[in-house]
């Protein structure tokens, strides 16, 4: 029975080491599964090595203790650290996607930053952006500078009087074609940018979605890179109002932010114009598919499922090694006091919660290589599969981070008092998974959207249309379900996705 | 319409002056019947304007953005204002318990120390335990100064490694009959006192709950009344091992610690012995009955109960008013954004709030005088109804309690990215109502013992034993669920209760 730990020296509690000599796989195999292969959980042991062994990476106080204004620099302290040893890896060529993506999720990033990133939305949000929607010119201007850390941007959309009704934005920029500029305006409180990551005192520029107005007409929303702030003093530049909106119940370091804008003049080059595009003359030019815009909200919705997978392993984690250390109430009157573990009720809170982190992994996984196999199509111009995209991520972003929620909140209260103590981490985790049902698609507006989609597919298959994989099943139970047809039960996997099927068509 | 508040002069947003205008009923008349009459209601509101309109009361800055320490250091100083005023209302003649449980709970207390108050545990824990659990002479010893706040107690039970569990609890108390004294000692770092609110900083004393052993025998827990604290210098005395157990998900200016004894010493008439006793020679005297020691822990129940009704309504006011101010998302294309509570979706999440705030209500001055009624029977010796109380409790304190918290998410998830932001009260609204999920009975272990007392009643059901009133629907619907007969669907509400309990009874 192993009594400590091979790496770190601590001893461990002898019940848990007891739970672990029981299990009956070979936990290494089941390690490079859950990773993607031995080489890829080699270099995560190798990073987490890397990262959360530096001596500096380690706080002084925890962030629980400090203000909300030392919460901040705290955690842009570390940021600057963690991104430095990201350009140490660089050098080494070991600065795969996997590091920005750990470094950025509930994975690596809760070791550097537990309460959110301040530069979170520059990797999430401005860089994608960049890449999906900036000319090559303009990426040849911005995305070596955006890479290198020299500018730190933000993606500045919703507004404080608006989220998800995006056309109801007021922001407006209206091109000036005698000095062929764009005029960035809030005519009302209510068109101040509310909410963007980093914003309050990181970003220096942002990419801003505002009501694009040429030759006196009106042709919707588009996104135009803004400088905010001096990128020596780091002072908001005249006509930018910028700030903090406040604490929140989680994600405090992230420093989010308002901004409002006064006459704000930006050269034309600034919109960004890979898709739509305005002329010199202010000639507005449509984008060949409007389609082609989704891929920023569509990559993010896609990371936020891998995020949930994430926060919900480390919530179940915590919750059954509490189970196998903490014991009370005897089951029969006289006997020790068990791990709590061996009481059914407690089973009956975490072991689904196990279950469902490994179910939510795989779910990500798969939603990942789809959306980098849709993309590709994208790139060859092929848009077959996006709404069956779209459909899936809207719906497993809404379905994912709701029980993801729910679960930590078992797993919490499953450990007592204990779930409730800022030390155990739940309550930051709770922070992250529930902030998540709310940003990127509100889940009451996601799962309308899956409505939609599927009672579109639902039409498609009562016409005997082909359908897109992965809901074909609704074609293949059409004529069993009209007929409310039952297929045999049958204890296979294959029965059991069978059943699943049915049940979702009828 | 109105378009500013009488008592304070602020504008009032048109959306919400509107739907005020609309409504069916007479305010007034439904305040008065919420607030227990005309007469009570006036109290509230003349005791509302004492408390919340001192300047002193006002923060400088909101709790959230304080470091932990001084988070409770202006807690403190708020109490500390409070608790004059209450003087003040001494003088008055206006101290009536009202005045009490409105500071104490999340009603007006929650104006004052918005993330608990570091004297709660002194009035809802170590106060009533004195009454219930001293003697004469030792209320005549304890409870002026107690009173007057010239001591600040905490009550002492739970420990690191014991909570649901008490009998498990590991602090002994050993009489010393040389020097007519109990020993106190932690034998082990489990045996630490952990959780106490007011124990970290604030309190002097405490009520300790040890396994008293006297003569070599042991005889379970009995509580003591220990100083903790020089009560000038406020140093710790010797011995005694106290602290803070650190940052929460919520109730952080509540100070919760930790206490270990190393061999300290009190008086022989520091027990609390209005039952159980031990006399100068160590001789132990029994308590005529254990219930009589239930009466502290019923209280606070009752409390919790009249609290989560408290939290419930303030999560739906703030929830339904931000949906009348709120503008989003066209119903039908080509519409301005209609206020959200218009979407069904909306109405939906929040209407169930409203009416299951109202339902909490009543129940809690159901359970609130039943708890009175019961007292006083007690009191003339009379037992019969502790067990059906009891039940109550338990179930209504783990119903109330969960689903209050799951309500509260509703509201604040119903309010979209604003809901999360602290200054929408939210935040501390959710630490509230989940910790009771866990404190004073975890409600898993409630609800085991709400099934224990319903199966017991089910048995007497079936031997035709006659029934506490709250149950007794189970002998009434005994034979008809035993043959499975429903009674026949009838409207109205004697048809619709008759058939809830058809339900519960089957």
């Known amino acids: 029975m192993t009594t400590s730990n091979k790496s770190t020296g601590m001893k461990i509690n002898p019940d848990l080491a007891h739970e672990r000599s029981k ?20 270099e995560k042991r190798w990073r987490e090595n890397f990262f959360l062994r530096d001596p500096e990476l380690k706080p002084e106080i925890p962030l629980e203790y400090l203000s909300h204004k030392e919460k901040f620099e705290e955690a842009t302290r570390m940021s600057t650290i963690g991104f430095r040893k990201v350009r140490e890896l660089r050098d080494l060529g070991k600065d795969g996607i996997d590091t920005y993506m750990a470094l950025l999720s509930g994975n690596l990033g809760s070791g550097i930053t537990p309460d959110g990133s301040p530069f979170a939305l520059h990797y999430i949000m401005f860089l994608p952006t960049l890449m999906g929607q900036a000319t090559p010119e303009q990426q040849a201007e911005w995305m070596g500078r955006a890479w290198s850390c020299n500018i730190i941007g933000t993606y500045a959309q919703t507004e404080l009087g608006h989220g998800t009704f995006i056309r109801g934005l007021e922001t407006t920029a209206t091109y000036d074609p005698k000095t062929e500029e764009f005029v960035l305006h809030s005519p009302t409180l209510t068109a101040y940018k509310w909410w963007p990551g980093g914003l309050a005192h990181t970003a220096n520029y942002a990419v801003v979605v505002a009501q694009l107005y040429t030759k006196g007409q009106h042709h919707g929303i588009f996104p135009f890179i803004v400088q905010l702030r001096d990128e020596e003093t780091h002072m908001p530049l005249p006509g930018i109002k910028v700030g903090e909106i406040g604490a929140k119940l989680g994600m405090n370091s992230v420093n989010n932010g308002f901004l409002g804008f006064d006459n704000v003049r930006i050269p034309r080059k600034n919109m960004l114009m890979k898709n ?27 990371v936020i499922v891998r995020d949930m997978a994430n926060y919900l392993s480390k919530a179940a984690t915590i919750a059954v090694r509490y189970s196998a250390v903490r014991r009370q109430s005897p089951i029969n009157p006289g006997e020790p006091e068990p791990q709590i573990m061996d009481h059914v009720t407690q089973q009956l809170k975490l072991f689904p919660q196990i279950a469902k982190s490994i179910a939510f992994r795989m779910t990500a996984d798969y939603l990942w290589n789809m959306y980098n196999q849709v993309t590709t199509e994208l790139d060859k111009g092929d848009l077959d599969r996006l709404p069956e995209l779209h459909g899936m991520a809207c719906c497993l972003k809404a379905i994912t981070t709701s029980d993801a929620t729910a679960a930590v909140e078992i ?23 529930t902030a998540a049902m709310t940003y990127e ?26 359908l897109p994989p992965t809901v074909a099943y609704l074609r293949r139970n059409f004529k069993s379900t009209m007929e409310a047809k039952r297929p045999k039960w049958d204890k296979s996997i294959p029965g059991i996705i069978n059943a699943f099927e049915t049940c979702a068509a009828g």
């Not at 299990?23 to 080699?42: H, P, T």
């Not at 909200?297 to 896609?302: G, S």
């Not at 797993?411 to 998974?433: D, E, I, K, N, V």
Request: aromatic share 14%; proline share 2%; hydrophobic share 40%.
């Open 276 to 302: 739509a595009q305005v002329e010199k003359d202010g000639t507005f030019i449509k984008a060949p598919s409007s389609v082609l815009t989704y891929g920023t909200m569509m990559f993010v919705r896609v």
């Open 23 to 42: 299990c009956s796989f070979v936990v290494e195999d089941f390690a490079e599964f859950w990773n993607g292969g031995k080489e890829k959980l080699e």
């Open 441 to 466: 698609g509100e889940n009451t507006v996601l799962l309308l959207q899956t409505a939609r989609y599927l009672m579109k597919m639902w039409l498609a298959a009562s016409q005997g249309e082909t």
């Open 411 to 433: 797993c919490r209260l499953a450990c007592g008092g204990h779930g409730y103590l800022s030390c155990s981490s739940f309550p930051l985790t709770y922070g992250f998974t």
